[in-house]
Structure formats: structure tokens, C-alpha cells
């Protein structure tokens, strides 16, 4: 349950929930409703007795700060029909936690340190503290600052629910991130994998994220060592089925998989821009280390930057087009050759929403890749709206390098 005048109107968007039911899963403690309510204390007591009818156990977060906004504490008295009282425990952290950082206190502070009575404090660094209602339900509240409210649940929180409930599954998720096949096309492939491996526990689920499509198997089990075995089988049998079309893992990103292993395999690369703007380089410095690989990008947008930048011929250009096989061939091996790199890879097309041509429609975008002098260049027609063209058009070009790393020989499959 969170709280947040900033939540509910949209202005901040929250975090804890989320990441709080992620961290639970694997523990075998089941998330049954997240709950988002603003400042109002009517509706934070609806909310928390609604939580505490429905579920075992409850986590509040946001409302414990030192402003006149921080409700919760005194919502909190009252859903449980107890007094507020001066926490000597509290009072002692803080006055330890301002002395550690060499301040003062500020004004208003000491509004921390009343809690309900009985309320047990949950850290010394920070404002959290737990109740029981009746039945054993522990309930736990906590400051709305995810880096608090994640160190209060990891170290108190966690522990204590699995101490009290000693659920007796062990859950293992993974994820995998697919380029190349559309939703339905990697349920199709997926299909049957838990008999085909004898886990009935296995769950899949898909989630599209344009444009790519995240897969989360998750299965749980009575033994850690089991789980972890049958987990690796799923992903081995997963990768074999989609064929080339997973580009990252872990919660990783295609340009995060494409970076490292550029510079694993100790290539240099140069880039070659036009509708796509930069996208593509800014994708690979978004990853630290990129310096390493990414020697040069070059932003040709024009016909003019491309002859000049690039040395792409004008007869080309007259003759072909900025956006053809041919244009996209010299700009590959113009960025490669400029910048003294291994790798020279070139993007060149109509993004729209204007451009477009019947030989040439919008989202007509063509790619070249050199590598000592060979250049492959192919052309692709992607749909959607301008962002999603070149989305796509830069993803495509990841992948290029990312298989282009995986087996030179792709560099001789167009």
C-alpha cells in the first residue's frame, strides 16, 4: 500500500510496490493487491482495513516524513485504536543519526518519534515500524523514499515474514528479451516447453515492449539446487526454440548484450547515422565501458554530410538515392575507413510521417556492415509512427553487431 498525494495525481510515479513484489516472490510470500491512496486520512483507514480483511500481512509505505502532509502514523493510531506516544527509541536514533552526520536537527523533526503505542521500530537509520493486528497479522510502515523503504524491507522487513510464515517454496524467475518475432510468434514457439521438460510448475509470461518482447519463466520447487537446474534447463530448451532471437537476459537491454560483446570480442566500431539521429550511439554509450569499442559516430543527416563526412559519392547519390543498398554500402565503409575502426555500421531512411515514395514508402530503411573491407547491406520496411521507425531501425542495428559477434559468417548471410 502506498501513499502520496504525488502517486495518485500522476507526478511521481511509484516504485516501491513493484519492487517490493519482486523481492517477495522468490521468498514463496504472495503479493495479492497493490494499493495506491493519496494524503486523505479516510481514505488510508479504508485502504488499510481493507488490506488487513483481505491479506496475512500488509506493507505501508509513504507518510512517515517530518511535514505536515505525514499522516500515516497518526492513521495508523487510529486503524488500531491506540494512542500516540513518544518513541524513546526513536528519539535515541535520531539524536544518533544527527550526531553521525555532524548536524542539527531541523525543526519539526520530533514529529518522527511519535508513534503509536507499543509500536515496534523497525531501523536505526531511518523512520519504519511495525504492528500486529489481531489474528498475528503484521502490518509494516515505512518511509516512502524507495532507497529507506527497500533497506527497511530487505533487512527487517523480509526476514521477520519469512521467520513467521516459513513458506515452504523456493521460486526462481528468469527473463529473457526477444528481437525479431512478435508476441504471438514467441508464444508459439514457447508453447508446451513445461511438459516437454517435466516441470508442471513453470509459468510464462509474455510482455511486449515495443520493440521487443520480454519473456519471464518462472517455477518454483521444495530444493534451491533443484529450482536452479530446472531453471537452466528452461532457458537451454527456451534459447534453442527462438532460434537466434534472444538478444538479452537477466533484465539486461540489447544494447547492453551488444556492448559487451563488442568489446569481449575487441572490436572497434564506427557508426553511421542518418534517420536515426544518434539513437544508436546513444544507446551504446548508455553502457559503461562503451569507450572502449565506440570509436567515432558520424550524424549524417543531409546528402551534404554524407559526401563530405563520409566520402559517399555524389554519383551514388544521384543515382540511387541517399536511401538505397548502394548509399548505405559507402556509408559503412566510409564511417570504418575515417575513423580506422573494425567494424563500420550505417543506417539510412525514411522515418517519416512524410518522404515516402511507392518505390520507397516511409519506414524504408536500409543497413550496411563492414568488416576488412566486406560489406553486407540489406533493406527493411518497418510500420508505425516516426519514434517507432527508428526504434526499430536502431534495434535492428544492435542485432547486427550482436550476431555479427555470436558468428562472422552472418556478415555473409545477405
Known amino acids: ?41 479516510p481514505a488510508i483507514k479504508s485502504a488499510l482495513k481493507q488490506a488487513l480483511d483481505s491479506a496475512d500481512f500488509v506493507l505501508v509505505s509513504g507518510g512517515l516524513g517530518a511535514t505536515e502532509d505525514d499522516i500515516t502514523a497518526q492513521v495508523a493510531a487510529d486503524v488500531f485504536a491506540l494512542p500516540l506516544a513518544e518513541s524513546r527509541r526513536m528519539v535515541k536514533n535520531l539524536r544518533y ?50 532507497r529507506e523503504m527497500h ?73 534451491n539446487q533443484k529450482a536452479d537446474q530446472d531453471l537452466a534447463a528452461v532457458l537451454k530448451a527456451a534459447y534453442r526454440r527462438l532460434d537466434g532471437h534472444v538478444v538479452a537476459k537477466g533484465g539486461q537491454t540489447l544494447a547492453q548484450t551488444t556492448a559487451h560483446a563488442l568489446a569481449d570480442h575487441n572490436l572497434t566500431l564506427a557508426l553511421a547515422e542518418s534517420c536515426t539521429g544518434g539513437l544508436i550511439g546513444h544507446s551504446l554509450t548508455e553502457v559503461a565501458g562503451s569507450s572502449s569499442f565506440f570509436m567515432r559516430g558520424y550524424i549524417v543527416y543531409s546528402n551534404q554530410a554524407k559526401e563530405e563526412l563520409l566520402g559517399v559519392s555524389s554519383q551514388t547519390l544521384a543515382e540511387h538515392g541517399a536511401v538505397s543498398h548502394e548509399t548505405a554500402r559507402e556509408m559503412a565503409l566510409g564511417a570504418a575507413s575515417r575513423a580506422g575502426t573494425d567494424l563500420g555500421l550505417s543506417v539510412t531512411g525514411i522515418a517519416g ?31 508505425g509512427s516516426r519514434e517507432q521507425v527508428k526504434l526499430q531501425a536502431a534495434h535492428t542495428a544492435l542485432d547486427w553487431l550482436r550476431r555479427f559477434t555470436e558468428d562472422h559468417a552472418f556478415l555473409y548471410s545477405h
Request: glycine fraction near 12%.
Open 151 to 223: 533497506h527497511i524491507t530487505e533487512h527487517h522487513v523480509i526476514p521477520q515474514l519469512v521467520e513467521q510464515f516459513q513458506p515452504d517454496q523456493i521460486r526462481k524467475s528468469g527473463e529473457l528479451l526477444i528481437f525479431g518475432l512478435d508476441e504471438l510468434e514467441v508464444q508459439k514457439r514457447l508453447k508446451g516447453i513445461a511438459g516437454e521438460l517435466g516441470i508442471p510448475s513453470l509459468n510464462l509470461g509474455y510482455y511486449p515492449r515495443f520493440p521487443e518482447v520480454a519473456v519471464i519463466f518462472s517455477l518454483s520447487g521444495k530444493q
Open 353 to 383: 510521417p512524410g518522404g515516402g515514395s511507392p518505390e520507397k514508402p516511409v519506414g524504408t530503411v536500409y543497413f550496411g556492415l563492414c568488416h576488412q573491407e566486406k560489406v553486407m547491406t540489406k533493406g527493411y520496411l518497418f510500420s
Open 97 to 146: 543519526f544527527f550526531q553521525s552526520m555532524g548536524k542539527t536537527p531541523p525543526e519539526g523533526i520530533d514529529r518522527l518519534t511519535w508513534l503509536p503505542q507499543g509500536a515496534e521500530v523497525l531501523s536505526r537509520a531511518s523512520a519504519g515500524f511495525k504492528l500486529t493486528a489481531p489474528q498475528g497479522k503484521p502490518v509494516y510502515f515505512m518511509p516512502g523514499v524507495p
Open 1 to 41: 500500500m502506498c501513499i502520496g498525494d504525488e502517486l495518485v495525481s500522476g507526478k511521481v510515479v511509484d516504485e516501491n510496490a513493484r519492487w517490493a513484489a519482486a523481492r517477495l516472490w522468490p521468498m514463496g510470500l504472495d503479493v495479492k493487491a497493490m494499493i495506491t491512496v493519496g494524503d486523505d486520512p
